[in-house]
């Protein structure tokens, strides 16, 4: 399979412990995206890197929480002191730096599902 | 700020009947929108795209028409199928391909 791969599927915490989820992209793609979606609403952009450097960030994106890409390929988001608010869908993508017509579509990954209790 | 909204929630519709989906825009100086189909338990899969300078789109089964004058989208689904059940979103794209969604509306095709 040489989609976008997350891991884990599905992930439940205790309120306060700390979590990371791990995005494997296209292996071809310079751009790697997180966003979060929680049930019945769109995803909502949490930030993105370009090869290493992470080059923007939501405002969505508390200080609780951090996302790396330290080789350019896999990237992880780590969630700490987790709260019941942060129970989403996480969902990853990648693509190829804009160009051409379509050379921008994002592949998404099925998501890590955390659910804090 | 910018925000992408869809008109309807829920559409009902029998199999193989037209499907049409909408979506409403506030950034006029946007220039490219992709449609989203999103199974349950599944990621958003690309269906189609279209940038600002066409009207009009079309791949196989579905067209994406683009209105800038009253910043509206549209997507138009040819001889619904059950395996068309899903959530379709909108999504316009940002400097950096960051994408901005909107709500979603769930298609559900009747036997």
């Known amino acids: 399979d040489t989609g976008v791969s997350q891991d884990p599927r599905h992930k439940i915490t205790k309120r306060g412990q700390n979590v990371t989820f791990r995005c494997d992209p296209i292996?071809?793609?310079?751009?790697l995206y997180w966003y979060r979606q929680t049930l019945g609403q769109g995803p909502e952009f949490l930030t993105y890197?370009?090869?290493?450097?992470?080059?923007?960030k939501s405002r969505l994106l508390s200080d609780r929480f951090s996302a790396e890409r330290p080789k350019g390929s896999f990237s992880t988001l780590e969630i700490q002191r987790t709260e019941q608010g942060d129970s989403a869908m996480y969902l990853c993508?990648?693509?190829?730096?804009?160009?051409?017509?379509?050379?921008?579509?994002?592949?998404f990954g099925q998501g890590t599902r955390l659910t804090v209790v | 700020g910018e925000s992408v909204g869809l008109h309807l929630p829920t559409l009902s519709v029998q199999e193989g009947d037209n499907s049409i989906i909408n979506c409403a825009y506030s950034?006029?100086?946007?220039?490219?929108f992709i449609w989203y189909k999103q199974e349950s338990g599944k990621g958003p899969q690309f269906i189609i795209d279209?940038?600002?300078?066409?009207d009009k789109r079309q791949g196989q089964r579905v067209t994406v028409l683009l209105n800038k004058t009253v910043k509206h989208l549209s997507l138009q689904i040819a001889a619904t199928q059950p395996g068309d059940s899903a959530v379709y979103f909108c999504?316009?794209?940002?400097?950096?391909?960051?994408?901005?969604f909107g709500q979603g509306t769930e298609l559900s095709v009747k036997p």
């Open positions: 993508a990648s693509s190829r730096s804009p160009g051409r017509t379509g050379d921008a579509e994002a592949f």
């Open positions: 279209i940038r600002s300078n066409m």
């Open positions: 890197f370009q090869n290493e450097a992470q080059l923007e």
């Open positions: 950034n006029s100086a946007s220039d490219y």
């Open positions: 292996s071809e793609h310079n751009r």
């Open positions: 999504a316009e794209i940002f400097q950096g391909g960051k994408l901005i």
